[in-house]
Nanobody
Framework: QVQLVESGGGSAQSGGSLSLSCVAS????????MGWYRQHPGKERDMVAL???????EYEDTVNGRFTIPRDNDQNIIHLQMNSLKPEDSAIYYC???????????WGQGTQVIVAS
C-alpha cells in the first residue's frame, strides 16, 4: 500500500490561487499514475487531474486551463496548482496513486479547500 501524505489547501478568495502537495512513500513512484480527486458534500469523489509516469496530464473539463498537476519523480511528489479559483472548487481534495500491477489504488487522507465568493 502506498503511503500518501497531502499538504496545502485552506481558504482563498474567488479568483485566487492555492497549491496542494502529495508525497508518496513505500513505492516505485515512477510506476504510478498519480491524481487528484475531489469530493463535494453528499457527492461522489470525482477526478480532477491525472498525470502518468511519463508526464502526460489529463484534466476534468471545469478545471482545464486553471489547474496544473506537475510531478517530480525524484522527490516522489505531485502538486496541484489551482488558479482562478471559483466557489464551486470548494471540496475535500484527495491524492490518488494507481499502478497496473496493483489491485487497488491508494488514497491520501484528504485536505479541504474553501473558496469564498
Amino acid at each position: 500500500q502506498v503511503q500518501l501524505v497531502e499538504s496545502g489547501g485552506g481558504s482563498a478568495q474567488s479568483g485566487g490561487s492555492l497549491s496542494l502537495s502529495c508525497v508518496a512513500s513505500d513505492v516505485r513512484f515512477s510506476d504510478y499514475t498519480m491524481g487528484w480527486y475531489r469530493q463535494h458534500p453528499g457527492k461522489e469523489r470525482d477526478m480532477v487531474a491525472l498525470i502518468t509516469p511519463e508526464g502526460s496530464a489529463e484534466y476534468e473539463d471545469t478545471v482545464n486551463g486553471r489547474f496544473t498537476i506537475p510531478r517530480d519523480n525524484d522527490q516522489n511528489i505531485i502538486h496541484l496548482q489551482m488558479n482562478s479559483l471559483k466557489p464551486e472548487d470548494s471540496a475535500i481534495y484527495y491524492c490518488n496513486a494507481k499502478a497496473n500491477y496493483v489491485r487497488h489504488p491508494s488514497w491520501g487522507q484528504g485536505t479541504q479547500v474553501i473558496v469564498a465568493s
